[in-house]
């Protein structure tokens, strides 16, 4: 059994607990927060028996061996580093880290301590459906493009028209639309496609100072991925990947709830539909069986894949923020 600790006790937090609760594999024990009352609510509310409001002795606690890091997006590097030295196995969410010096240098601990393994939490490329995509794209005789979609209003955003800084839109903790839900379309392209060659973001920047919205723009050597997202409107839109006549349509390229393949003729087959389940066990049975047995060879296989597509995507969301001149706080311009 799987001990688990965690770090945030926001609305994902809460997510995420649930659905490692259904995998039967995880024993959730520990809560980390600023505020102690804050930890202890969200421990008793989810069964937990361990709380702390001091980062080193909860890390130093033997309490959890795996924990789950869903802080803001600028608190998401020293918190992993600290875990890797306290031999803490890590579940980070998406994006995993601010820049790829902060990548590289993760990258560099985890060599460094091989008993300690490193998930980034995108929930959608672990999913059923996104399986099946993956299985028809393979089938396809051309591939001439995509298009993903991911925007959903965000309720923090009124926040913002009321004068406030929440940290979803605040450069001192890496927040915009690139960051949240852009991570999503990028991991759909990466993994489906591959590292393209160039990348060209332009943004809808708001009064923060970040990104409220965007487009980006993936250019491969036979065809370009469109990328659209925003937390700050709300978009309908399909996504599509594109054959000659035939095409692959998804309902949602975040949750991804159902996809369809439409032959030349028009007529659709369902690929894979949504099963009403929390979104993120898929995730959870996948991290957990590396973890239970990290010497089984198609484990290995499966986790050095997952960490690899978590170095692309930090490199591509880098770039597209250096094209569209978007710094966070303590960055170099």
């Known amino acids: 059994m799987i001990k688990l600790g965690i770090i945030g006790t926001n609305w994902i937090t809460q997510q995420f607990v649930e659905a ?3 995998t039967g594999k995880y024993g959730f024990t520990t809560v980390y927060s600023r505020h102690l009352e804050t930890a202890t609510e969200f421990a008793t509310k989810n069964g937990a028996e361990n709380t702390f409001d001091d980062l080193n002795e909860f890390f130093a606690s033997d309490s959890f061996d795996t924990v789950y890091i869903a802080s803001p997006n600028s608190l998401h590097f020293e918190q992993a580093k600290q875990a890797i030295e306290n031999g803490k196995n890590i579940i980070v969410e998406k994006p ?4 790829q010096k902060q990548m590289a240098e993760i990258q560099h601990l985890l060599d460094k301590h091989p008993e300690v393994l490193y998930f980034e939490a995108a929930r959608n490329i672990h999913t059923p459906n996104f399986h099946a995509i993956e299985r028809k794209l393979s089938e396809l005789n051309v591939v001439s493009g995509a298009e993903f979609t991911y925007s959903k209003y965000s309720s923090r ?3 913002v028209l009321a004068g ?5 839109f605040s450069p001192k903790f890496g927040g915009g639309a690139l960051q949240d839900l852009g991570v999503y379309t990028v991991y759909d392209a990466v993994t489906l496609f591959g590292m393209p060659e160039e990348v060209s973001y332009y943004p809808q920047l708001i009064r923060t100072g970040v990104d409220g919205k965007g487009t980006a723009v993936l250019s491969y050597p036979e065809y370009t991925v469109i990328l659209n997202f925003s937390k700050i409107s709300n978009s309908h839109m399909t996504s599509e990947i594109y054959g000659l006549k035939d095409l692959i349509e998804l309902d949602d390229a975040g949750e991804i709830q159902h996809v369809d393949y439409i032959d030349p003729d028009g007529k659709r087959q369902t690929l894979g539909d949504d099963d ?3 979104p993120m066990i898929p995730e959870a049975n996948d991290f957990a069986r ?3 047995e990290p010497n ?3 484990n290995m296989k499966d986790y050095a894949y997952w960490r690899q597509l978590s170095v692309y995507v930090n490199k591509i969301l880098f770039n597209l923020r250096q094209d569209a001149h978007i ?3 303590g960055e170099e311009k």
Not at 96 to 99: E, H, I, L
Not at 164 to 168: A, F, G, K, S, T
């Open 327 to 329: 710094f966070f706080v």
């Open 276 to 278: 009403g389940a929390n």
């Open 157 to 159: 955003y009124d926040h």
């Open 96 to 99: 995993a880290f601010m820049n």
């Open 164 to 168: 406030e800084i929440p940290n979803v």
């Open 296 to 298: 089984n060879d198609q």
């Open 20 to 22: 490692v609760k259904l």
């Open 290 to 292: 590396v973890i239970n």
